[in-house]
């Protein structure tokens, strides 16, 4: 019992000055079994590849040139839906938050749409667009827009009215209470739907490329499947967690804490 | 304080940044390594050329794919692919990837 006390107490003092090592650490156990079954023969090696094998061909991959090619790939055609997905999802929400009128002339629209997953959209995309790019990048903006439409009107509700009251009464125009009271007071919200959005997208991405792709990780993880590469299939799964452990955590909650917690919107 | 400077106090922001900033350095670098692979031999005044992409591995399907939008493939060997009609203004574009160690002209029955 000491001793795991100890454990512990060492633990928390190490994650406290080094604070990388908390997300790094929960991973050790995880590869230290995964190691352990692959070397002891449980599943054929080409079943089951160790970490060994998933490193060496990362760099394979990488040396030759199709791993940096094909990330880049998934990552502009994210970016891309993303953005088109913001500069949509935002200015909708605003409008259906702010509008008693547009409210009830989008908001059940908004339902029945959400209601279709975006895969559902592909048989018909396929015949319209072919395969292609605008074909992921409308997968992949309907995926973001509707958690970020959502999350917006939320946002927007939960300003206080008062607060767009008494800058009113002080003289703000209309365009200066959007501006200075109801955005920033639905930031949070818009950055949780910007997160979840993203989330989502990063997902639809990959379902999209193993479906339509010809390029990019999804696409990638698939193709070895036909050469029944196990180990390929691994690394596009490590890559896509990984690649976004860092996209939420290095960028998207530090602007969330820059944003909403710092202007006391978001306690936790 | 700004989003900026508040990144750039922090250690996530720093790295997120040097990332960046690696990855410009490596951009640029390929741009101006990219002619030095190309061949003397292929200077000339045609339009278009026929040329021998050398890597330093055995080509796979994704990289006679990517060079596909600049010519025709007329085949490939062990370390290199050859590709026909390809135009002068797009040699530096094949010579980009870092993958490519240099472009010459085609090996005629070689």
């Given at each position: 019992m000491n001793i795991i006390l100890k454990g512990w107490s060492a633990y928390t003092r190490m994650t406290a000055r080094w604070p990388g090592l908390a997300a790094v650490i929960p991973f050790i156990p995880v590869v230290l079994l995964w190691t352990a079954i692959s070397e002891a023969g449980v599943f054929p090696r080409a079943f089951f590849p160790g970490p060994g094998d998933v490193v060496r061909s990362f760099f394979t991959l990488t040396y030759k040139g199709i791993l940096p090619d094909y990330l880049q790939d998934s990552l502009i055609r994210l970016i891309t839906g993303a953005a088109v997905g913001m500069a949509l999802g935002i200015p909708l929400g605003i409008l259906i938050g702010t509008s008693r009128w547009a409210h009830r002339a989008c908001w059940p629209v908004l339902l029945f749409f959400q209601?279709?997953?975006?895969?559902?959209?592909l048989p018909i995309l396929l015949i319209w667009f072919g395969f292609g790019l605008t074909t992921m990048t409308f997968v992949i903006v309907y995926t973001v827009l509707f958690p970020v439409v959502l999350n917006t009107v939320l946002g927007v509700e939960s300003v206080p009215r008062d607060l767009a009251r008494a800058a009113r009464s002080l003289g703000a125009s209309r365009a200066r209470v959007l501006w200075e009271v109801t955005l920033p007071g639905a930031l949070p919200n818009i950055i949780t739907g910007l997160r979840n959005g993203l989330g989502y997208g990063w997902r639809a991405l990959i379902a999209v490329e193993i479906i339509?792709?010809?390029?990019g990780i999804g696409f990638m993880m698939f193709d070895a499947r036909r050469a029944g590469s196990t180990v390929e299939i691994i690394l596009g799964m490590i890559i896509l967690g990984l690649l976004w452990y860092i996209v939420d955590a290095w960028i998207l909650a530090p602007i969330e804490r820059a944003t909403g917690k710092r202007w006391g919107l978001v306690t936790s | 304080m700004s989003l900026a400077s508040e990144a750039l106090r922090s250690t996530k922001g720093r790295v997120v940044l040097g990332v960046v900033a690696a990855w410009l350095c490596f951009q640029l670098w390929l741009t101006l390594a990219a002619p030095m692979?190309?061949?003397?031999?292929?200077?000339?005044?045609?339009e278009k050329v026929n040329i021998q992409i050398e890597l330093p591995f055995v080509p796979e399907r994704f990289h006679v794919q990517s060079f596909q939008q600049y010519g025709r493939v007329a085949g490939a060997d062990d370390h290199s692919i050859a590709l026909r009609g390809v135009k002068r203004t797009d040699l530096n574009a094949v010579a980009r990837?870092?993958?490519?160690t240099s472009v010459g002209p085609i090996k005629e029955g070689g």
């Open positions: 209601a279709i997953g975006d895969i559902a959209w339509v792709g010809t390029s | 692979k190309i061949s003397p031999e292929l200077k000339g005044a045609s990837p870092y993958w490519v």
